[in-house]
Nanobody, 127 residues
């Protein structure tokens, strides 16, 4: 059974940093792509940092240069999101997600293409 567990959310002032973690179990990371999505109140679910089958990461334009996703070695079952220079616009529920993928899988950042989801961790940035 695939399980995703996020941690690291909290409250921070504008300009601050947070590091989110997603611990995955129940699958072999080589056969899955993991991602961070976020959803602000009243908004849609946005792909913030999405690992693709070829090993690259697709970042949302809104966070480029500020957020960095990484995975632990060697099993890569933990996905991190280092968030720097946070602004109030980054306030949202952050979700970890996973989908089956291989190096030949199509690239995607659509939340509909992800099968497994964590319960989320909330990030609040105050001005």
């Amino acid at each position: 059974q695939v399980k995703l567990l996020e941690s690291g959310g909290g409250s921070v002032q504008s300009g601050g940093s947070l590091r989110l973690s997603c611990s995955a179990s129940g699958f072999t990371s080589n056969n899955y792509c993991m991602a961070w999505f976020r959803q602000a109140p009243g908004g849609g679910r946005e792909g913030v940092a999405v690992k693709q089958g070829d090993g690259t990461t697709t970042y949302a334009d809104s966070i480029k240069g500020r957020f960095t996703a990484s995975q632990d070695n060697p099993n890569k079952n933990t996905l991190y999101l280092q968030m720097n220079s946070l602004t109030p616009e980054d306030t949202a529920m952050y979700y970890c997600a996973a989908r089956r993928c291989t190096e030949y899988s199509s690239r995607t950042s659509r939340y509909e293409d992800f099968t497994y989801w964590g319960q989320g961790t909330h990030v609040t940035v105050s001005s």
